[in-house]
Nanobody
Framework: QVQLVESGGGSVQAGGSLRLSCTVS???????????VGWFRQAPGKERERVAA????????DYSDSVRGRFTASQDIAKNTMYLQMNNLKPEDSAMYYC??????????????????WGQGTRVTVSS
């Protein structure tokens, strides 16, 4: 059974940084995995938004316009863990953040990809 556990959320002031972690169990990533892990967020009253996705193995990442240049998705294959480094945080970044995994081999993590497995979320609060 595939499980994802996020951690690293918290409260920071605007301009601050946080690093979210997503540890996956039940599936082992390799340097040739070519599986997508997405990072999503949802604020109260708003739709869920995909902010980033990483193609595990090759490591290529894609970002939404709202976070590009501030957020960086990365991977540690040995730890079966993905990360989302969030810099220059803004109050509008406040949300529940989730990671999600898709176990189909792919060459690209398209923006409308439907993910099969989700973590429980970690909350990020950015104060002005």
């Amino acid at each position: 059974q595939v499980q994802l556990v996020e951690s690293g959320g918290g409260s920071v002031q605007a301009g601050g940084s946080l690093r979210l972690s997503c540890t996956v169990s039940g599936y082992t990533y390799t340097h040739n995995s070519n599986r997508c892990v997405g990072w999503f967020r949802q604020a109260p009253g708003k739709e869920r938004e995909r902010v980033a996705a990483i193609l595990t193995g090759p490591g290529g990442a894609d970002y939404s316009d709202s976070v590009r240049g501030r957020f960086t998705a990365s991977q540690d294959i040995a730890k079966n863990t993905m990360y989302l480094q969030m810099n220059n945080l803004k109050p509008e970044d406040s949300a529940m953040y989730y990671c999600a995994a898709d176990l189909t081999w792919r060459v690209y993590c398209r923006s409308d990809l439907e993910y099969n497995f989700w973590g429980q979320g970690t909350r990020v609060t950015v104060s002005s």
